[in-house]
């Protein structure tokens, strides 16, 4: 078997902070434009499996796994023990935290924050840009606020600026126009609230 890394292009900015395995034909530290000293930080015990990309800046945590063909864009903080699917993509100036798990087929565009222990279902979109031809549009983009714990199910799309509160559940499909409390739990397109999850007895 021949060794992945002849087939891969680890950037000399790259800092390794402990074990990890690359596949093949991956791209880790990525240079982009005004990043020729941009440094890419890598917590122990990274999985990174082929035809991923990382850009420069980015600083990952411990346990970091990513599926095949996974995107990662420059200038992003990511904590300890986050997986990232199959063909996600991750813009830039993205904040994730502990714990996160984004599932295959996510796109989560500039300027969202993912907090502690949120989990993203498959096929999930965020958007940041409410007019994306409006020729202001890089000024006001605005990213979605995910908060700890919370839970967006399969194939949701979230508009730009949305906060999903702690704990909260966004069901499979539906279309968050607006923000959601702290242990709601919406459905629909648009999306309505229809419960809490303190109510649902066998909810773990």
């Known amino acids: ?3 992945p890394f002849e087939n891969s292009i680890i950037h000399p900015n790259v800092v390794w902070e402990g074990t990890y395995q690359v596949g093949y034909f991956c791209v880790v530290g990525q240079l982009f434009h005004g990043s020729e000293n941009a440094e890419t930080r890598i917590g122990d015990n990274a999985v990174i499996r082929s035809h991923s990309v990382i850009y420069a800046g980015n600083v990952i945590g411990k346990n970091f796994q990513t ?3 996974v995107m990662i864009r420059e200038l992003n903080q990511i904590g300890n023990n986050v997986s990232i699917g199959t063909h996600s993509i991750v813009e830039h100036h993205v904040v994730i ?3 996160v798990r984004i599932h295959s087929n996510v796109f ?3 300027y969202c ?3 502690d222990e949120c989990w993203i279902g498959p096929a999930v979109v965020l958007t940041n840009a409410m007019y994306p031809r409006s020729k202001s549009v890089k000024e006001k983009l605005a990213g979605a606020i995910i908060e700890k714990g919370a839970k967006i199910g399969a194939g949701a799309v979230l508009l730009p600026g949305v906060r999903i509160g702690r704990n909260a559940l966004v069901g499979s499909g539906a279309v968050v126009t607006r923000d959601v409390e702290e242990n709601g739990v919406v459905v629909g397109n648009p999306s309505r609230l229809i419960n809490h999850i303190t109510n649902i007895s066998d909810y773990e």
């Open 1 to 3: 078997m021949k060794d």
């Open 108 to 110: 989560i565009p500039e």
């Open 67 to 69: 599926g095949h063909g």
């Open 97 to 99: 935290g502990n714990g």
């Open 113 to 115: 924050v993912l907090e």
